[in-house]
């Protein structure tokens, strides 16, 4: 079966740490770049941080300020969002894509347009 799956999420108290997976079956992941989204209740998807397929050089969004690391493994499949120093303001469904357009994972696109999305997994920050 040709998906891709998140895992990894929870509740974690402020200042936590999470790492979220994101694994490919049926389909190399090293051929994509991937890129991490999040969309919090009422609020529009964001994109967050990805990783190229060619040099796996990885971007982040500014408003992170070092907090979250992307990292592939080719040996698992999976691309990871490491998540240190939660904030509540970080509570959201998280999402990762695969797409061969580095463009349409930086820029943002329809769920849609991408050769792969996931299906998410919420991250609760809470006390």
């Known amino acids: 079966q040709v998906q891709l799956v998140e895992s990894g999420g929870g509740s974690v108290q402020p200042g936590g740490s999470l790492r979220l997976s994101c694994s490919a079956s049926g389909f190399t992941l090293d051929n994509y770049v991937v890129g991490w989204f999040r969309q919090a209740p009422g609020k529009e998807r964001e994109g967050l941080a990805g990783?190229?397929?060619?040099?796996?050089?990885?971007y982040y969004a500014d408003f992170l300020k070092g907090r979250f690391t992307v990292s592939r493994d080719s040996a698992e499949n999976t691309v990871y969002l490491h998540m240190n120093s939660l904030k509540p303001e970080d509570t959201a469904v998280y999402h990762c894509?695969?797409?061969?357009?580095?463009?349409?994972?930086?820029?943002?696109?329809?769920?849609?347009?991408?050769?792969?999305y996931g299906q998410g997994t919420q991250v609760t920050v809470s006390s």
């Open positions: 894509a695969a797409d061969m357009n580095l463009s349409k994972i930086r820029l943002g696109a329809k769920v849609s347009e991408y050769d792969y």
């Open positions: 990783i190229r397929n060619t040099d796996s050089r990885t």
